[in-house]
């Protein structure tokens, strides 16, 4: 972003404010450095797509479970140990054949946090946050996906009371993956909805 910045300055604005901000919050004692770090390493590391990825594969992989998740999303993440800040009241949307879900906070930047980690910068936007409504088709072909004929879009506005964790439909030529395998194919962008799962042949080796 700051690539050609006509200072010479490899920080952006943005990034020169926050540091700012973060060694006044530090000088004065407010923030503690090593919690601050905790934090960020927690939402970089630990906590990201891969634990919703984790959620829809054993959603595909094991019915019961898929139909805890259906009727308690929170309680069925729960399970995995997925938790906490904004993740209090999950409810999982589930394509299928001739409906697609996609979800957009027009508020704000409500997202599941702890399925998803943050959330990208284009799901923050305004843009986004006024087309997803109006012109759900066009947002996904922006996106690459291109829906069947005749398939319905149902688009879900998080609030700070729900957030949503769509269950993209499995891909054929799956069969007999384990749970592991097929959570190689959930992108962050399947479980938002604007994209789906990745085609088993474009994942060569996750077998
Ligand atoms: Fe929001």
Redesign the pocket.
């Known amino acids: 972003m700051s690539g050609n910045h006509p200072h010479g300055s490899a920080l952006s604005e943005t990034d020169l404010r926050v540091r700012a901000l973060e060694t006044l919050l530090v000088d004065k004692g407010y923030v503690d450095p090593a919690a601050l770090d905790a934090l960020i390493d927690t939402y970089e590391h630990r906590i990201g797509p891969h634990n919703g990825a984790r959620v829809v594969a054993r959603a595909w992989s094991d019915p019961e479970f898929r139909e805890r998740l259906r009727a308690d999303a929170t309680a069925a993440i729960g399970e995995f140990g997925y938790s906490g800040r904004q993740g209090e009241h999950m409810t999982a949307l589930f394509d299928a054949p001739g409906v697609h879900h996609m979800v957009v906070?027009?508020?704000?930047?409500?997202?599941p946090w702890p399925v998803l980690g943050l959330p990208p910068s284009w799901y923050k936007s305004a843009p986004y946050r006024s087309r997803a409504v109006i012109d759900p088709k066009g947002v996904l072909a922006d996106f690459g996906v291109t829906l069947p004929e005749g398939c319905e879009v149902r688009v879900y506005d998080?609030?700070?009371e729900l957030r949503y964790l769509v269950v993209p439909m499995r891909p054929a030529g799956t069969e007999g993956w384990t749970e592991a395998q097929l959570a190689t194919l959930v992108t962050r962008d399947a479980m938002i909805g604007t994209g789906l799962a990745l085609d088993p042949a474009s994942v060569e080796g996750a077998r």
């Open positions: 906070c027009t508020l704000c930047s409500c997202y998080s609030t700070a």
